[in-house]
């Protein structure tokens, strides 16, 4: 059963609505579909991860500046992927990905990927994002742990994400307990391989353990040899469609 959260009185809360948080489609040449449908108005979009090779890449690509650029007009922030390999890229290789993204890109954010989680890894995570915050106002900032962090990590981002795999392991997952001192909008839960017939109780996990921003997919990793984010959901209608009239208890 899912530990059910509840957000301790004084906690913040801005009131944000459950929305997406994209975490990266392949490149726009090779799923311009899915492109195209982030720029739908209405669609519930907290951001979007521009990966343009597993990073900013050597240099710029046109077609990932369009991309950014429809999404950006459309009044939704775009997040640059930077890898950080679970602390073993150094403070310098982590920063430059981050200054290509912002020179080339214009990006509102990062998403600091495969982010170290334990105590020792955070005075590390934390010099970066302090440099990251001094490069840019207003940054926008997602530790991607894929798990419960230390909860020490919470008071560098903006938001974390808590949990990325599949849905045999969300549906039995629990919330860690500090959690429920922060808002809802402070995490974010990937999953993939959630069947059409799930979708409507994923979408109350994600509720029960206090996660605001969510990426939910029926497409599966097929053993590590493909990636499940990116191509759209085959539900993408029904959800976009249920999370702009929002989640029902």
């Known amino acids: 059963m899912p530990y059910l959260t509840s957000v301790r009185p004084g906690a913040a809360s801005t009131e944000v609505r459950t929305g997406f948080g994209v975490p990266g489609f392949a490149h726009p040449l090779v799923a311009p579909t899915e492109w195209r449908e982030l720029t739908r108005p209405g669609a519930p979009l907290h951001w979007v991860v521009l990966n343009v090779a597993d990073g900013p890449g050597v240099r710029p690509d046109p077609h990932c500046l369009e991309a950014a650029g429809r999404l950006r007009n459309a009044g939704v922030r775009v997040l640059g992927h930077v890898d950080t390999a679970y602390g073993l890229?150094?403070?310098?290789?982590?920063?430059?990905?981050?200054?290509?993204?912002?020179?080339?890109?214009?990006?509102?954010?990062?998403?600091?990927?495969?982010?170290?989680?334990?105590?020792?890894?955070?005075?590390?995570?934390?010099?970066?994002?302090?440099?990251?915050?001094?490069i840019r106002d207003e940054v926008h900032i997602v530790l991607g742990h894929g798990a419960h962090p230390y909860p020490g990590y919470a008071d560098d981002a903006d938001q974390l994400v808590t949990f990325s795999g599949p849905w045999s392991d969300y549906r039995w997952s629990q919330a860690a307990e500090w959690t429920a001192d922060h808002p809802p909008e402070r995490f974010c839960h990937f999953v993939h391989g959630v069947p059409?017939?799930?979708?409507?109780?994923?979408?109350?996990?994600?509720?029960?353990?206090?996660?605001?921003?969510?990426y939910f997919t029926d497409r599966s990793g097929h053993g590590g040899r493909t990636d499940p984010w990116e191509p759209l959901p085959g539900y993408w209608d029904e959800i976009v469609s249920h999370l702009g009239t929002g989640v029902s208890e």
């Not at 890229?89 to 290509?100: M, Q």
């Not at 890109?105 to 970066?128: I, K």
């Not at 017939?197 to 994600?206: D, F, G, K, Q």
């Open 89 to 134: 890229r150094t403070f310098g290789e982590v920063v430059s990905d981050a200054h290509r993204f912002l020179d080339w890109y214009q990006a509102d954010g990062f998403l600091l990927d495969r982010c170290p989680a334990d105590r020792a890894g955070l005075p590390e995570v934390r010099r970066v994002v302090t440099r990251l915050r001094a």
């Open 196 to 214: 059409g017939p799930h979708l409507e109780e994923a979408l109350r996990i994600a509720r029960w353990q206090g996660a605001a921003t969510i």
